[in-house]
């Protein structure tokens, strides 16, 4: 089974030596030498997620991309994920094709509705229209992929005003940038990505894995009624790599409980607790331990759904950027080699 194996970051603000939460300069500047190391230990994919709030940098992450296609040169690079419902798809489409150019062709976005709410206020949208608003604009943003570099495109809707006979510029590369749709577990979301003839991401942060069979058959037979061939599927979930089981656990135990526990009380969860970490540990969707735990988690997880790609978020919280890139580097070296070893056994 042929698997790409990435890693995706939202750009958490993290604390530094003296322990003390850093700039939101300085954690940018952090994910491009994370991105740098990833590059350079054999890692395929390299995300970055748009979030506007004070505990994430990246609120532009095409800019970042762009920062990290001139210091590296072969893994790929992304968006994990982009907000398309409260951009303009032309803008979008535009960054995108942009990075893509700076790369030398490596560049791909996930588009997704967010999981939280903050651009739309910001940027005049109204979250009464968050259903018309992603379905518009993902239709006008696969018009920009049909037509990319080939020909003007028309378009009307009732978001934004009408599109016609515009070419769009620059084009990508090769003339397609590969689009993902990133799913959080609606069956109407797998259903629009097969429409469209886009790849499936499937955002898996919690529960055990195996729960989201039923999207990855709703998504294989819904691609063969709309008479399309089989696509990639892929899954993003959270973890942490140290040389021991025990060292992981303890150093991601703190941040994890901090960005839970916020998280959490803005959305009516009650407080997380060690033995929820360790059940989340065992049998949930985070992947976390050593190098050999962690390989062993994720090839039961890409034999289980029959995916091709998974990305792991390896930040979380104030987790410090030592540690993360420790992580990287055994994720790189250890993790990724020992996955497809254990993928290619009987």
């Known amino acids: 089974m042929e698997i790409e194996l990435g890693l995706d970051t939202f750009g958490d603000v993290t604390v530094g030596a003296d322990g003390a939460l850093l700039s939101q300069a300085q ?11 990833a590059d350079s230990v054999g890692v395929d994919f390299f995300g970055v997620g748009e979030h506007h709030r004070a505990d994430f940098a990246i609120s532009a992450p095409e800019v970042v991309l762009a920062a990290i296609a001139a210091r590296t040169t072969r893994m790929r690079l992304g968006s994990a994920v982009t907000v398309l419902s409260s951009d303009d798809p032309i803008r979008v489409f535009q960054r995108f094709s942009t990075v893509d150019a700076a790369s030398n062709g490596r560049a791909e976005v996930i588009l997704g509705r967010g999981s939280f709410i903050e651009s739309f206020p910001l940027f005049g949208f109204d979250l009464d229209e968050y259903e018309t608003l992603f379905e518009e604009k993902l239709d006008l943003f696969v018009a920009l992929l049909e037509n990319d570099g080939k020909a003007p495109v028309s378009w009307t809707g009732t978001t934004r ?3 016609e006979a515009k070419r769009i510029f620059p084009p990508t590369t090769s003339g397609s940038l590969r689009t993902w749709i990133g799913v959080g577990g609606s069956q109407a979301s797998v259903m629009r990505a097969a429409k469209y003839g886009l790849p499936l991401m499937l955002a898996i942060i919690g529960g055990d894995p195996r729960r989201f069979a039923p999207y990855v058959a709703l998504y294989h037979r819904a691609l063969a009624q709309f008479g399309r061939d089989t696509l990639p599927i892929g899954v993003h979930s959270p973890g942490h790599v140290a040389e021991t089981d025990a060292k992981a656990r303890e ?3 703190p941040a994890y409980r901090g960005m839970r526990d916020r998280i959490g009380a803005e959305r009516g969860w009650p407080p997380t607790n060690p033995q ?3 059940s989340e540990i ?6 976390v331990g050593s190098p050999e735990t962690v390989a062993r988690k994720i090839a039961a997880t890409v034999r289980a759904l029959g995916v091709s790609r998974f990305d792991m ?11 993360m890139m420790r992580c990287i580097e055994l994720y790189g070296r250890e993790v990724i080699p020992r996955v497809r070893e254990l993928l290619r056994a009987p």
């Open 27 to 37: 954690v940018i500047r952090d994910v491009i030498a994370e991105a740098e190391l």
């Open 276 to 278: 929820e970490y360790q």
């Open 251 to 253: 150093q991601m135990w």
């Open 313 to 323: 978020k390896y930040s979380a919280g104030t987790l410090p950027h030592p540690e």
């Open 161 to 163: 005003a009408p599109l």
């Open 282 to 287: 065992d049998h949930g969707s985070l992947y």
